[in-house]
């Protein structure tokens, strides 16, 4: 049997520049002002985490998986967990991410106050920065893909804008969201965010591969591992003018028992 050759324009993770993502400029176009697509995802994520873990004690361990520059699925955790692995790929994002556990930016604050809108977290007990600096501690360098041969497993996760946005190809799409689900526990609850049939896009002065998806191919993947998927769509709502992706999907989920599969 022959093999089929990659086509041309495939770009595979282990072909883009991830040391080169500035996060500087990354966060200038997407966090330093929250847009009102991350409050709403936001909102989704804290209500779900929310609503399992009422009247259930901490877990132990959550993850961010490819944090990046973008510190609110961490914050989302804060309440639930008492120890946060930030696992990225690349340097520049884990001296962005190192920099800021011991004390975050300000404008970080706009997303924790999305968060307060429950209870849960506006009693946290102690300021989130203090709680922050503790949960988090040595943020990991590492690869998605290597948790599929990891051990460890953890309790509550999270992965915004990542299996999609890290590949052209449909094979590592799927494989990336399978390493994501193996590192979680059974029962564990997780919030994953992909974009919608993006194109690919830009970081200051590099170009960063992505795998046109949608909602059915989200649905598909995760079913075969996660259990009461809830999905939001929001439409880009600059989709008129061409920006590159149609919207961003949001799934809220559990894991699967793992022994029944
Ligand atoms: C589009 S950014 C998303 C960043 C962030 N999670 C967010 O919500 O904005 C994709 C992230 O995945 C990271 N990444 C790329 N390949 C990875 C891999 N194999 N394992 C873990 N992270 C990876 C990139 O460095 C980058 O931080």
């Not at 300000?106 to 920065?129: I, S």
């Not at 690869?143 to 999609?164: H, N, P, Q």
Request: glycine content about 8%.
């Amino acid at each position: 049997m022959t093999s089929v050759p990659p086509a041309a324009d495939q770009k595979l993770n282990g072909d883009a520049p991830w040391d080169d993502f500035d996060p500087g400029v990354y966060i200038s176009h997407n966090y330093l002002e929250m847009q009102a697509v991350d409050e709403e995802i936001l909102s989704h994520v804290r209500d779900h985490f929310s609503d399992h873990f009422r009247g259930r004690v901490r877990v132990a361990s959550g993850i961010d998986v490819g944090a990046g520059p973008n510190l609110y699925p961490a914050l989302a955790m804060l309440p639930w967990c008492d120890r946060i692995t930030l696992l990225e790929r690349s340097a520049r994002n884990l001296e962005y991410l190192r920099s800021q556990a011991p004390d975050y930016a300000p404008h970080w604050d706009q997303f924790w106050n999305v968060l307060c809108k429950d209870e849960a977290y506006a009693t946290l007990g102690m300021a989130p920065r203090i709680r922050f600096k503790e949960a988090v501690q040595q943020p990991e360098a590492g690869s998605l893909f290597d948790l599929c041969a990891d051990e460890r497993r953890w309790d509550l996760g999270t992965m915004f804008f990542v299996a999609e946005s890290i590949t052209t190809s449909l094979a590592e799409f799927r494989r990336g969201v399978g390493c994501f689900m193996n590192a979680l526990n059974s029962g564990a609850p997780f919030a994953a965010a992909f974009m919608e049939h993006s194109e690919g896009y830009r970081v200051g002065d590099h170009t960063f591969p992505a795998r046109d998806i949608d909602e059915s191919e989200v649905r598909a993947v995760l079913g075969g591992y996660a259990d009461h998927v809830e999905i939001h769509r929001t439409a880009n709502p600059k989709q008129l003018v061409r920006d590159g992706y149609t919207g961003m999907i949001l799934a809220c989920g559990q894991r699967k028992n793992r022994h029944d599969e």
